[in-house]
């Protein structure tokens, strides 16, 4: 137990404190005033089904800890609903519920002084929020996922909330009615849990797994399934032996932790939101973590499962034939893992999987095996170019043009990107930016699945691209461009490109290039004047004013320690 559990209880015990009646008020007897005080940060909310399921597992979790010897204490946290907010101005507080989300376990956890912490969530920020605050505390901690969502179907395909944002770009192209818009609606997302394909929450699940804070197999379970509770009771269990070991976060969330976990989601197919928030956790936790690292994995992990966004199947497919751990032993067995990166169960990764397989199963190909990759190198690509000096970041698979050299439309919002679209104002060839969509500008960076649904649902996924200093939803692909850094807020070079300019995105060579001269360019910023803020009260003026840029992972505490 840690000194402050000691002082407070213990020494404070003796003296009979007033803090043991009201710890007495919550249901204290005399013999739990020598037992560790575990936190659940529980994100249930009904607000979107990402999360309206973990209730349950929260329970399960306090049961399983009293079992175990310690006396949990339940508190809760907040979420956004990304594919809700998707498209409005509530959007831009997504991001931001990321740092709330952190602050409010954080705070919550060092306040009551608490000896470890499990928490659980489910939508997309609730993940990283987590993991921030774990790795700044330092108490030993677990994160169970609140679980996938089971696909929807319609007319023998699998549906998930992509389906539906696809449909409306079908149907704004005439290429559906309305009554099949409606059917994909109701049927797209059948119950509890987090978006189906490999999208963020999917994608940050796999990564805490490989990460070695979240426990085998449970990355990629179905939230109404029965083993999913088992599963976050288990979570208790080793939490509780973990607060006996006093085995910590610094101690698990590690370089090699993070380098295992890019190696997974380059694996699986990932999402570009997993660079922003691994990025966020290595400076909560004091690992240098960079974009080049992303690069330099990338070269070496091929991508072997066939996934949801550009691929045919979903986590719940991913699961049944071994999960994230049949993608770690195959990437172990090749050399392309830390097998001796410990683990939240005390366990190295190599002992985790001493049971995996080194192949997948037969007769299946959600899992590829090793020398029929889908493709030989990952898909999360680090580009840079005049129009992104510290870089942006891509996802150069699953599009059927890798080069694009158009001219520019250019627009200062996403809604007015988005209207565009569905008028038909957009052609092939045409290289969009929506700018003043990064973490200072938006303010939040909001994420653009609708402006790129549209394109995809127009036809025209593979023949336009879009460039953003704002971010992409998991469930997006095509040719798109996000994370641009510097924003435009800030002055960046994506401020000063102008209607028609001719740009280029060449994936294989990770180039983002504005083919302007530096003599213009130079002109051009002279002339740039900033917006005023769009908000000056409230959380996203606070935002606002912290967020550094998303090359570093849009943190809010950045340099304070150098102030």
Known sequence: MSDNFRSRVVTQGVQRSPNRAMLRAVGFQDQDFTKPIVGIANGYSTITPCNMGLNGLALRAEAGMRSAGAMPQMFGTITISDGISMGTEGMKYSLVSREVIADSIETACNGQSMDGVLAIGGCDKNMPGAMIAIARMNIPAIFVYGGTIKPGHHNGKDLTVVSSFEAVGQFSAGKIDETELTAVENKACPGAGSCGGMFTANTMSSAFEAMGMSLAYSSTMANEDAEKADSAEKSAFVLVEAIRKQLTPKQILTRKAFENAIAVIMAVGGSTNAVLHLLAIAHAIGVELTLDDFETIRAKVPVLCDLKPSGKYVATDLHKVGGIPQVMKMLLAHDLLH?????????????VLADVPEEPPANQDVIHPWDNPIYAQGHLAILRGNLATEGAVAKITGIKKPQITGPARVFESEEACLDAILAGQIKAGDVIIVRYEGPKGGPGMREMLAPTSALIGAGL????????????????????????????????????????????????????????????????????????????????????????????????????DQA
């Open 461 to 560: 996924g593979d023949a336009v691209g879009l460039i953003t200093d704002g971010r992409f939803s998991g469930g997006t692909y095509g040719m798109v461009v996000g994370h641009v850094a510097p924003e435009a807020a800030v002055g960046g070079t994506i401020a000063l490109v102008q209607e028609g300019d001719t740009i280029t995105i060449d994936s294989p060579a990770r180039l983002l290039q504005l083919h302007v001269s530096d003599e213009e360019l130079e002109q051009r910023r002279a002339n740039w004047k900033p917006l005023k803020p769009r908000y000056t009260t409230g959380v996203l003026a606070k935002y606002a004013k912290l967020v550094s840029s998303s090359s570093v992972g849009a943190v809010t505490d950045l340099g304070l």
């Open 339 to 351: 097998g001796d990166a410990l683990t939240i169960t005390g366990q190295t990764l190599a002992e």
